[in-house]
C-alpha cells in the first residue's frame, strides 16, 4: 500500500479541494402574483403570497 513521506501541509490539501466544493447560485423565480424575483420556496416579500394564498400580511406604502 502507498503511504505518504511527508506530511501534507493544510494550505496544500485545501488548496486541492477548494474546487470541489463550490457551491451554485441560488436560482430566482418570479412571483406568479406580483412579479417580484425571489428565491424558490420561500414567501414573497413584496405580497405575502406562497403557493398561491396569502401567508404574511404586507403593509403597503401610502
Known sequence: MAVPKRKTSKARRD???SSVWKLESPGI??????????LPHR????CGYYNGRE???V???K
Request: proline share 9%.
Open 15 to 17: 488548496k486541492r479541494r
Open 29 to 38: 423565480v418570479p412571483c406568479p402574483k406580483c412579479g417580484v424575483f425571489h
Open 59 to 61: 403593509q403597503t406604502e
Open 43 to 46: 414567501v414573497c416579500k413584496a
Open 55 to 57: 401567508v404574511l400580511k
